[in-house]
C-alpha cells in the first residue's frame, strides 16, 4: 500500500476557547459562522496575519486522563488532544483578529496522544516523524501509532515496555500528584489541615518546626497553612522511612489510595532551616498563603490543560506568589512535588545543570511567571528531541544532581544523615540550628524576650544598628543576632563583615575602579553588591552585611544610590536603580529583601560626625546597656566558676565606676564601661579571677579612664584603685 503523501504548505492546529477574559469553550460558534477568532487583545496578531487562504487547520482542545485509554498508563496521566473540527482557511482580512474557515465538523472528537500543542495557536510543519504523524491524524484520518509515541525517549519512563532502571522509573510521581489534586479540596477547609497536623506533631517530632511566631517572634500554633508547606513536611532532610511515613499519614487522612513512596529518587528537599513556603504570623501579609493556594490551583489547572487562559492565570499567580517573603525559586520546587512531569524546580542544582550542561543562559532567579512558563515550553520541546540530555523534569533534576555530586544523591539509605540544604551547590554537612536562646548560652545577658523582640524589628526593618557605650558587646551581639537570623552559624557565605573609617567610600564598599595585574583599571564590586549577589543567588536564605563602626565613615557618601534602595519598601526589581558606575547602559541593581544590614555605633567615639537624618530613617536603633547583672553573675559563676562574693564586689564596684562617669559632667553616661570589660570569653580558661581582673584593670580599663580624664590623672588612678579595693 502506498502512503499517502502530506501536501507542502502550513497547519494550523487552533484553540477552542475564546480567551482569558472569556474562557468559554467557542467550537459550535465557530463551526456554524465559519471563523476562528484569536480572543485576545495583544497576542497572536501578527501569527494570525501570517495564515494564508488555502492553509489546513483544525480545532483542538487539550486535557489529561488517566483511564479509558488505548494502552496501559501505568497510573500516570497522559496529554490529550481532541481534534473537534479540521478545515481550510479561506479568508484573512489582516488584522489578525479573524480568518474564515471551510469546517468540517466530525462526528466525535479524535483523541491524540503524548504529542500536544502547549498554545492556543499551533503551526505544525511535515519536518519529522512526529510532526507527519500528527498531519495524517488529524487530515488523513490515519491512526496514531501510540506504541511508537510511548517507546519515545520523551515518554518511556512512564509509559514504555521497556523498563528504565529501578531508579529512573520515578514511581514516587504518581503519588505526588495524586496526594496534590487531593490537597486542593482542602483549599476551603484549611481548618482541618491544622487539626489533622497537629495530631501528626504528635506522632512525628521532625514536624515540631511547623510552629508559627507571632509579632515578638514567639513560637505559637499555626492558624494557616499553604499546600506547599504540606508537602514540604515529607521533602525535608530525614531518613527515607521517615519521609515515606509521614507521607502515608497524609496519604490516610486524605483519602489517598496510591501507596507512599519508599523512593524519592530525583526530588530536590528543602533547607531544614527554612522549611516554610510563607513568614511567620507577625511579618505575614493578609493574603500571603492565599496567594500560594491561587499559584497552586493554577498550576494543577494547566497541567490539565495547555490552553493559553490557563496558562496566563498560572503567569500571573507565580508573580504574586514568588515575592513573599522565604518563597523565591523555592516556588518552583513546590510547582515540581505536585505535578513533577509538567514543572521544573529551579533548585540550586537544577539552575547549574541547566547553565553548564543544556547551556541554557537565563537569569532564573528575577524571571517572573511569564518567563518561567516559556522556560517550560523550552524544555518541553527539547525533551521530545531524541539527542537531548533528558527526557522530562524528573530526569532532569535527577541528572542535576548526579551531575554535581559525581553520586547518587538522592538515593538516601536508612542512615541518620541529613542532605544537603537546597541551592548550595556544593556537598556540606548537616548546618547545626541556632536560635535566641543559643545566644543567651555562649554569654548574653538579655533576657530571651529581649532578644526576640531585636530580632523581630530587624525583620521588619530590614537595617539594624547597636549603639551604645564600649564594652557593651555590640560586635559580639550583632554577630549572633545574624547567626539567629540566618538560622544557623554554619553557613559562612551568608554572613560579611566590614569597618568604616573616615576614608571608606562608595569606590571600596559598593563599586568602583581598581588597576588590575595588567596596569588597566577594572570596575570592581565591592562587599556590599558581591552580598546582593549571593542573596540574590540564594533567595530562600537570609544574608547578612554586618558593618562595624558604621558612623565613623560617611554612610551616606558610602551608600551612595543605594542608600535608597535599602529602606525596607523597596526591596523588589521594580525599584532598581543604575548605579554609579554601571557595567552596561541597561544595569540596574536593586537590594533584595533577604539582604539585611546590621551596623554597631560606639557613642564614646568623639570623632564620629553626626548622623544623616535621612540614614538614620532608614535603620532601626537598639541601645546597649551594660549588664553587670544577675544574668551575668550566673554565667560566671556556672561558666569560669567564680565564687559569688567576688562576683558581688566587682558588679558593686563596676556600677559605682560607671555612676562616677555617668555624673561627670565632662563624660555622661555614653561614656560608661560595658560588661565584656568584666567578663572573660567564653572559651578562656580562667585559674584566678582575681588575677585575670587585676591584668584588666591595668591594661584596659587604666588606659580608658586615663583618656577620659586625661586632664586629671588622680581622678583616673583614684577610679581604678576603687575597682582593686579588696579583691584577694
Given at each position: 500500500m502506498?502512503?499517502?503523501v502530506?501536501?507542502?504548505?502550513?497547519y494550523?492546529?487552533?484553540?477552542?476557547?475564546?480567551?482569558?477574559?472569556?474562557?468559554?469553550?467557542?467550537?459550535d460558534?465557530f463551526?456554524?459562522?465559519?471563523?476562528?477568532?484569536?480572543?485576545?487583545?495583544d497576542?497572536y496578531?501578527d501569527?494570525?496575519?501570517?495564515?494564508?487562504?488555502?492553509?489546513?487547520?483544525?480545532?483542538?482542545?487539550?486535557?489529561?486522563?488517566?483511564?479509558?485509554?488505548?494502552?496501559?498508563?501505568r497510573?500516570?496521566?497522559v496529554?490529550?488532544?481532541?481534534?473537534?473540527?479540521?478545515?481550510?482557511?479561506?479568508?484573512?482580512?489582516?488584522?489578525?483578529?479573524k480568518?474564515?474557515?471551510?469546517?468540517?465538523?466530525l462526528?466525535?472528537p479524535?483523541?491524540?496522544?503524548?504529542?500536544?500543542?502547549?498554545?492556543?495557536?499551533?503551526?505544525?510543519?511535515?519536518?519529522?516523524?512526529?510532526?507527519?504523524?500528527?498531519?495524517?491524524f488529524?487530515?488523513?484520518?490515519?491512526?496514531?501509532?501510540?506504541?511508537?509515541?510511548?517507546?519515545?525517549?520523551?515518554?518511556?519512563?512512564?509509559?514504555?515496555?521497556?523498563?528504565?532502571?529501578?531508579?529512573?522509573?520515578?514511581e514516587?510521581?504518581?503519588?505526588?500528584?495524586t496526594?496534590?489534586?487531593a490537597?486542593?479540596?482542602?483549599?476551603?477547609?484549611?481548618?482541618?489541615l491544622?487539626?489533622?497536623?497537629?495530631e501528626?506533631?504528635?506522632?512525628?517530632?521532625?514536624?515540631?518546626?511547623?510552629?508559627?511566631?507571632?509579632?515578638?517572634?514567639?513560637p505559637?500554633?499555626?492558624?494557616?497553612?499553604?499546600p506547599?508547606?504540606?508537602m514540604?513536611?515529607?521533602?525535608?532532610?530525614?531518613?527515607t522511612?521517615?519521609?515515606?511515613e509521614?507521607?502515608a499519614?497524609?496519604?490516610?487522612?486524605?483519602?489517598?489510595?496510591?501507596?507512599?513512596?519508599?523512593?524519592?529518587?530525583?526530588?530536590?528537599?528543602l533547607?531544614?532551616?527554612n522549611?516554610?513556603?510563607?513568614?511567620?504570623?507577625?511579618?505575614?501579609?493578609?493574603?500571603d498563603?492565599?496567594?500560594?493556594?491561587?499559584?497552586f490551583?493554577?498550576a494543577?489547572?494547566?497541567?490539565?490543560?495547555?490552553?493559553?487562559?490557563?496558562r496566563?492565570?498560572?503567569a500571573?499567580a507565580?508573580?504574586?506568589?514568588?515575592?513573599?517573603y522565604?518563597?523565591?525559586?523555592?516556588?518552583?520546587?513546590?510547582?515540581?512535588?505536585?505535578?513533577?512531569?509538567?514543572?521544573?524546580?529551579?533548585?540550586?542544582?537544577?539552575?547549574q545543570?541547566?547553565?553548564s550542561?543544556l547551556?541554557l543562559?537565563?537569569?532564573?532567579?528575577?524571571?517572573?511567571?511569564?518567563a518561567?512558563?516559556?522556560?517550560?515550553?523550552?524544555?518541553?520541546?527539547?525533551?521530545?528531541?531524541?539527542?537531548?540530555?533528558?527526557?522530562?523534569?524528573?530526569?532532569?533534576s535527577?541528572?542535576?544532581y548526579?551531575?554535581?555530586?559525581?553520586r547518587r544523591a538522592h538515593?538516601?539509605?536508612d542512615?541518620?544523615?541529613?542532605?544537603?540544604?537546597?541551592d548550595?551547590p556544593?556537598?556540606?554537612s548537616?548546618q547545626?540550628?541556632?536560635?535566641?536562646?543559643?545566644?543567651?548560652?555562649?554569654?548574653c545577658f538579655?533576657?530571651?524576650?529581649?532578644?526576640?523582640?531585636?530580632?523581630?524589628?530587624w525583620?521588619?526593618?530590614?537595617?539594624?544598628?547597636?549603639?551604645?557605650?564600649?564594652g557593651?558587646?555590640?560586635?559580639?551581639?550583632?554577630?549572633?543576632l545574624?547567626?539567629?537570623?540566618?538560622?544557623?552559624?554554619?553557613?559562612?557565605?551568608?554572613?560579611?563583615?566590614?569597618?568604616?573609617?573616615?576614608?571608606?567610600?562608595?569606590?571600596?564598599f559598593?563599586?568602583?575602579?581598581r588597576?588590575?595585574?595588567?596596569?588597566?583599571l577594572?570596575l570592581?564590586?565591592?562587599?556590599f553588591?558581591?552580598?546582593?549577589e549571593?542573596?540574590?543567588?540564594?533567595?530562600?536564605?537570609?544574608?547578612?552585611?554586618?558593618?562595624?563602626e558604621?558612623?565613623r565613615g560617611?554612610?551616606v557618601?558610602?551608600?551612595?544610590?543605594?542608600?535608597?534602595?535599602?529602606?525596607?519598601?523597596?526591596?523588589s526589581?521594580?525599584?532598581s536603580?543604575?548605579?554609579?558606575?554601571?557595567?552596561?547602559t541597561?544595569?540596574?541593581?536593586?537590594?533584595?529583601?533577604n539582604l539585611y544590614?546590621?551596623?554597631?555605633?560606639?557613642l564614646?567615639?568623639?570623632?564620629?560626625?553626626?548622623?544623616?537624618?535621612a540614614?538614620?530613617?532608614?535603620?532601626?536603633?537598639?541601645?546597649?546597656?551594660p549588664?553587670v547583672?544577675?544574668?551575668?553573675?550566673?554565667?560566671?559563676s556556672?561558666?569560669?566558676?567564680?565564687?559569688?562574693?567576688?562576683?558581688?564586689?566587682?558588679?558593686?564596684?563596676?556600677?559605682?565606676?560607671n555612676?562616677?562617669?555617668?555624673?561627670?559632667?565632662?563624660?555622661?553616661?555614653?561614656?560608661?564601661?560595658?560588661?565584656?570589660?568584666?567578663?572573660?570569653?567564653?572559651?578562656?580558661?580562667?585559674?584566678?579571677?582575681?588575677d585575670w581582673f587585676r591584668?584588666?584593670?591595668?591594661?584596659?580599663?587604666?588606659?580608658?579612664?586615663e583618656?577620659?580624664w586625661?586632664?586629671?590623672?588622680?581622678k583616673?588612678?583614684?577610679?581604678?584603685?576603687?575597682l582593686?579595693?579588696?579583691?584577694e
Amino acid at each position: 500500500m502506498v502512503e499517502a503523501v502530506i501536501p507542502e504548505g502550513q497547519y494550523w492546529f487552533v484553540g477552542a476557547f475564546y480567551s482569558d477574559r472569556d474562557p468559554q469553550d467557542q467550537s459550535d460558534r465557530f463551526v456554524s459562522e465559519g471563523v476562528w477568532e484569536n480572543g485576545f487583545e495583544d497576542r497572536y496578531l501578527d501569527t494570525v496575519k501570517s495564515m494564508k487562504v488555502g492553509d489546513q487547520i483544525a480545532l483542538k482542545s487539550t486535557y489529561v486522563r488517566k483511564k479509558g485509554l488505548p494502552f496501559d498508563p501505568r497510573g500516570h496521566a497522559v496529554s490529550v488532544m481532541a481534534i473537534k473540527a479540521v478545515g481550510v482557511i479561506t479568508a484573512n482580512p489582516g488584522d489578525g483578529r479573524k480568518v474564515g474557515v471551510d469546517w468540517k465538523r466530525l462526528d466525535r472528537p479524535r483523541e491524540w496522544y503524548f504529542y500536544t500543542g502547549r498554545h492556543t495557536i499551533w503551526k505544525v510543519t511535515p519536518s519529522h516523524w512526529m510532526r507527519e504523524a500528527l498531519l495524517r491524524f488529524a487530515f488523513l484520518d490515519e491512526p496514531q501509532d501510540t506504541d511508537r509515541f510511548r517507546n519515545d525517549p520523551a515518554w518511556a519512563k512512564r509509559f514504555g515496555d521497556l523498563d528504565p532502571k529501578p531508579e529512573q522509573r520515578f514511581e514516587w510521581t504518581a503519588f505526588f500528584e495524586t496526594m496534590a489534586t487531593a490537597l486542593l479540596d482542602f483549599r476551603g477547609r484549611r481548618g482541618e489541615l491544622l487539626a489533622h497536623l497537629r495530631e501528626m506533631q504528635e506522632r512525628h517530632e521532625e514536624l515540631g518546626f511547623l510552629m508559627d511566631r507571632d509579632w515578638r517572634d514567639n513560637p505559637v500554633p499555626l492558624k494557616d497553612i499553604c499546600p506547599f508547606t504540606v508537602m514540604g513536611t515529607f521533602n525535608r532532610g530525614t531518613t527515607t522511612a521517615k519521609r515515606t511515613e509521614i507521607a502515608a499519614d497524609w496519604a490516610e487522612f486524605l483519602g489517598v489510595t496510591v501507596a507512599a513512596p519508599t523512593s524519592f529518587d530525583g526530588i530536590p528537599l528543602l533547607n531544614n532551616q527554612n522549611s516554610w513556603f510563607f513568614p511567620p504570623a507577625g511579618t505575614r501579609l493578609k493574603d500571603d498563603i492565599d496567594s500560594l493556594w491561587d499559584v497552586f490551583e493554577a498550576a494543577l489547572a494547566v497541567a490539565d490543560s495547555s490552553e493559553d487562559h490557563e496558562r496566563f492565570r498560572l503567569a500571573a499567580a507565580y508573580d504574586r506568589a514568588r515575592e513573599i517573603y522565604r518563597v523565591g525559586t523555592k516556588l518552583t520546587m513546590g510547582l515540581f512535588w505536585v505535578r513533577p512531569w509538567n514543572f521544573l524546580p529551579l533548585d540550586g542544582r537544577s539552575r547549574q545543570y541547566l547553565k553548564s550542561e543544556l547551556m541554557l543562559d537565563q537569569d532564573f532567579f528575577t524571571a517572573d511567571g511569564a518567563a518561567y512558563v516559556t522556560l517550560l515550553d523550552t524544555l518541553a520541546s527539547k525533551f521530545e528531541d531524541p539527542q537531548f540530555a533528558v527526557h522530562s523534569f524528573p530526569e532532569l533534576s535527577w541528572t542535576a544532581y548526579l551531575e554535581r555530586d559525581g553520586r547518587r544523591a538522592h538515593a538516601e539509605s536508612d542512615a541518620e544523615e541529613v542532605p544537603e540544604p537546597e541551592d548550595d551547590p556544593t556537598p556540606v554537612s548537616p548546618q547545626a540550628s541556632y536560635s535566641v536562646r543559643d545566644i543567651i548560652a555562649d554569654g548574653c545577658f538579655l533576657d530571651e524576650s529581649a532578644l526576640n523582640g531585636y530580632l523581630s524589628r530587624w525583620r521588619s526593618k530590614k537595617n539594624l544598628i547597636l549603639q551604645g557605650p564600649p564594652g557593651t558587646g555590640k560586635t559580639w551581639l550583632a554577630r549572633r543576632l545574624a547567626y539567629a537570623l540566618i538560622g544557623t552559624r554554619d553557613n559562612k557565605s551568608a554572613l560579611r563583615a566590614t569597618q568604616f573609617h573616615p576614608n571608606s567610600s562608595y569606590e571600596d564598599f559598593v563599586r568602583g575602579w581598581r588597576p588590575g595585574s595588567d596596569g588597566k583599571l577594572t570596575l570592581v564590586d565591592g562587599p556590599f553588591l558581591e552580598m546582593v549577589e549571593r542573596a540574590n543567588a540564594n533567595p530562600d536564605v537570609p544574608h547578612v552585611m554586618l558593618i562595624e563602626e558604621i558612623n565613623r565613615g560617611n554612610p551616606v557618601q558610602v551608600f551612595g544610590e543605594l542608600l535608597t534602595l535599602i529602606e525596607a519598601g523597596k526591596r523588589s526589581p521594580r525599584e532598581s536603580l543604575q548605579l554609579a558606575y554601571p557595567r552596561t547602559t541597561t544595569e540596574s541593581v536593586f537590594v533584595p529583601s533577604n539582604l539585611y544590614i546590621i551596623g554597631t555605633m560606639n557613642l564614646a567615639d568623639r570623632s564620629l560626625a553626626i548622623m544623616d537624618l535621612a540614614f538614620r530613617r532608614r535603620f532601626a536603633f537598639i541601645s546597649l546597656e551594660p549588664n553587670v547583672n544577675d544574668a551575668w553573675e550566673s554565667w560566671m559563676s556556672a561558666r569560669h566558676g567564680v565564687e559569688s562574693k567576688d562576683l558581688e564586689l566587682v558588679r558593686h564596684r563596676f556600677e559605682a565606676l560607671n555612676a562616677r562617669i555617668s555624673e561627670d559632667p565632662t563624660l555622661g553616661s555614653e561614656f560608661r564601661l560595658g560588661h565584656s570589660f568584666v567578663t572573660p570569653p567564653a572559651e578562656e580558661r580562667v585559674s584566678s579571677f582575681a588575677d585575670w581582673f587585676r591584668g584588666v584593670v591595668d591594661t584596659e580599663i587604666v588606659p580608658t579612664l586615663e583618656e577620659y580624664w586625661f586632664d586629671d590623672a588622680t581622678k583616673a588612678e583614684a577610679a581604678s584603685a576603687a575597682l582593686l579595693e579588696g579583691l584577694e
